[in-house]
């Protein structure tokens, strides 16, 4: 996905990467990545939980238009209530 | 639940992946590693842009198929048109715990988030398209620059969008 953000950026296109996965996001340097550090699948957070969403949705409209420094990377600093764990698997189907 | 619970620190995916995958026989993935990064500073507010979001989560309206849980190398790419249902949707992707996007797919795609910021001003307007596709575990990265991600690019231009939010999973 990264990857895709660099050449849609590269042909004119502003782009900006809400991540879930930091150091995943940190090595590609998409141009423009908002790091948010909740369970990757709740990246704007919880089920019908509006105003988190419309939050972390803000935060990376505010960093598409004021970011100046290629490649930043910005650590929203909201925590996720409950322990996570790194979780693939074919429970996930 | 006591704040020394709840997780500080990212989770190091690389390294778990490395083990989830060496376990499964897969040979080291070699990431893409970038010093620098392009860069088109948006060309006027977001409140005059015009913004579509795309998502890599394995997503799919009902009516299509389902993406493949256990892809590798799929290039394939939904256009989902911008008035879609959010209850609508389908979701097939072992990479990550999905059951909160499926009950409320605005947890990882939020459509009816942006729908919202387009009514309340701050949000100039959406593209007439949403976008699901480059699931991961995509190995021929070659492709992917040279022709997926390109031709996507097209697709965006005919939309005449200023502004792409991209939500990997």
């Not at chain 1, 988190?52 to 925590?79: F, I, K």
């Not at chain 2, 778990?16 to 026989?25: E, Q, T």
Request: glycine letters at 6%.
């Amino acid at each position: 996905m990264g990857l895709v953000c660099r050449v849609v950026e590269a042909a004119g296109i502003t782009t900006v990467c809400i991540s879930t996965g930091r150091d995943l996001t940190a090595q590609v340097k998409p141009p423009r990545s908002l790091f948010v550090n909740f369970p990757m699948g709740n990246a704007f957070g919880k089920p019908f939980d509006r105003d988190m969403q419309l939050h972390v949705l803000r935060s990376a409209l505010s960093l598409a238009e004021n970011a100046t420094e290629p490649g930043v990377l910005v650590d929203l600093p909201d925590v996720w209530p409950e322990p996570f764990e790194f979780n693939p698997g074919r429970s996930n189907m | 639940m006591s704040d020394a619970t709840v997780r500080t620190e990212p989770i190091r995916y690389v390294e778990g992946l490395a083990a989830y995958y060496g376990a499964m026989g897969h040979p080291p993935y070699q990431w893409s590693v970038y010093e620098d990064a392009p860069w088109q500073p948006l060309p006027k507010p977001v409140s005059e842009c015009r913004v579509t979001m795309l998502t890599s989560g394995g997503i799919s309206l009902c009516a299509m198929p389902a993406f493949d849980p256990l892809a590798r190398n799929d290039h394939r790419l939904d256009e989902i048109p911008q008035g879609a249902d959010s209850k609508d949707f389908q979701i097939h992707d072992s990479y990550y715990d999905h059951r909160d996007a499926d009950r409320d797919i605005n947890c990882q795609f939020p459509i009816d988030r942006l729908r919202e910021l387009v009514e309340a001003g701050e949000i100039g307007s959406l593209a007439p398209r949403f976008w699901s596709g480059f699931m991961g575990r995509i190995y021929n990265r070659t492709k992917v620059l040279e022709e997926s991600a390109p031709a996507y690019v097209a697709e965006l231009k005919k939309d005449e969008v200023d502004l792409l939010i991209a939500v990997p999973a």
